[in-house]
């Protein structure tokens, strides 16, 4: 069955220090691939996403992320963290079933220390 | 352009009683979600509508979960008799009608509708 992946659940980091969260996917063909990060009481919003062409993508907030196709991964770094980015993010990936299905992660909160 | 709106923010009920969150999405969005993200989750998917027809609703607990989309726009969800496991945040999203070359689409995200149930 198809299946999103992220192994931390909570990450703690220092502001200034790089960043990475891991998601592994589990899917036959090439998914479309997502980061959304949600603040305390808000919606999610998307950071970036993976559709096709360059492996590396840039997002909005300076985060990137690579997708491996032989790793089956989509991991969301961002090289130096401020206090402001602590959140819950998600990966997230859409499958054809008839219609596009979205599968979520269960998410990893990032603390920022000062 | 205007985002997804959702309403209400918080609802506190009793356990077995009756709740509906209302949302509207993003003019001109054919596509609407439902999800349910209990505390530590990430969001499952309750149920899709394309236009005001359901494209699947396969999670969706029918014996107490209901969702309608009139004229294809509005969309409630409703619970009927609330569990004390409904307690959750409802998340609605949209899309727009059209992937272009990718096919698939962004969601768009409301705030939520937190629900606690005593």
């Known amino acids: 069955a198809q299946s999103v992946t992220q192994p931390d659940i909570h990450i703690t980091v220092s502001e200034g220090a790089s960043l990475e969260l891991r998601c592994n996917y589990s899917?036959?063909?090439?998914?479309?691939l997502f980061w959304y990060v949600q603040s305390p009481g808000q919606g999610l919003q998307l950071l970036l996403k993976?559709?096709?062409?360059?492996?590396l993508v840039q997002g909005i907030k300076g985060f990137e992320a690579e997708f491996k196709r032989s790793q089956s991964s989509f991991n969301l770094r961002k090289p130096s963290v401020h206090w402001s980015d602590a959140a819950e993010y998600f990966c997230?990936?859409?499958?054809?079933?008839?219609?596009?299905?979205?599968?979520f992660g269960t998410g990893t909160r990032l603390k920022v220390l000062a | 352009e205007a985002g997804v709106a959702q309403s209400p923010r918080y609802k506190i009920i009793e356990k077995r009683q009756s709740v509906a969150f209302w949302c509207n999405p993003i003019?001109?969005?054919?596509?609407l979600y439902w999800y349910q993200q209990i505390l530590g989750q990430g969001p499952k998917l309750l149920i899709q509508?394309?236009?005001?027809?359901?494209?699947?609703d396969s999670q969706l607990p029918k014996d107490r979960f209901s969702a309608e989309r009139l004229k294809g726009v509005d969309s409630t969800l409703k619970i009927q008799p609330a569990k004390l496991e409904d307690s959750a945040v409802y998340l609605c999203?949209?899309?727009?009608?059209?992937?272009?070359?990718?096919?698939?689409?962004?969601?768009?995200f409301g705030a939520g509708s937190r629900l606690t149930v005593l």
């Open positions: 999203a949209s899309s727009s009608p059209t992937g272009g070359t990718s096919g698939a689409n962004v969601l768009t």
């Open positions: 899917y036959g063909a090439t998914p479309y």
């Open positions: 993976y559709f096709s062409g360059d492996t």
């Open positions: 997230a990936v859409a499958i054809t079933s008839g219609t596009y299905k979205y599968i």
């Open positions: 003019s001109g969005h054919a596509t």
């Open positions: 509508f394309q236009n005001n027809g359901v494209v699947d």
